[in-house]
């Protein structure tokens, strides 16, 4: 099996910062592309940012220039820098990867179990 433990979500004032980490484990032979998802509450999850095997990343429009993704390829960790953050960034924040567990099966999803943020004065 596989798992995503996330951790560094909480409480911060607007304008504050976080950082976000998501440990990959299990049985893994490689990693595509890892990414951070978010979602509001009554809203649906939306992507926040990508970082694919090569290191090249993508980002939501809303958090293009304060949010930053990377990567330690050794640990098969990602994390997510989030600067200048607003109220709207207050989410449930998931860690997600595209796993190939030999070399001969297929990448597939695999989620963490969500940290919370919260942005609120």
Do not use: H
Request: glycine share 10%; charged share 15%; net charge positive.
């Amino acid at each position: 099996q596989v798992q995503l433990v996330e951790s560094g979500g909480g409480l911060v004032q607007p304008g504050g910062s976080l950082r976000l980490s998501c440990a990959a484990s299990g049985s893994i032979f490689s990693i595509n592309a890892m990414g951070w998802y978010r979602q509001a509450p009554g809203k649906q999850r939306e992507l926040v940012a990508l970082i694919d095997s090569g290191g090249s990343t993508n980002y939501a429009d809303s958090v293009k220039g304060r949010f930053t993704i990377s990567k330690d390829n050794a640990k098969n960790t990602v994390y997510l820098q989030m600067n200048s953050l607003n109220p709207d960034d207050t989410a449930d924040y998931y860690c997600n990867a595209d796993v190939r567990r030999t070399p001969w099966t297929t990448l597939r999803a695999y989620w963490g179990q969500g940290t919370q943020v919260t942005v609120s004065s």
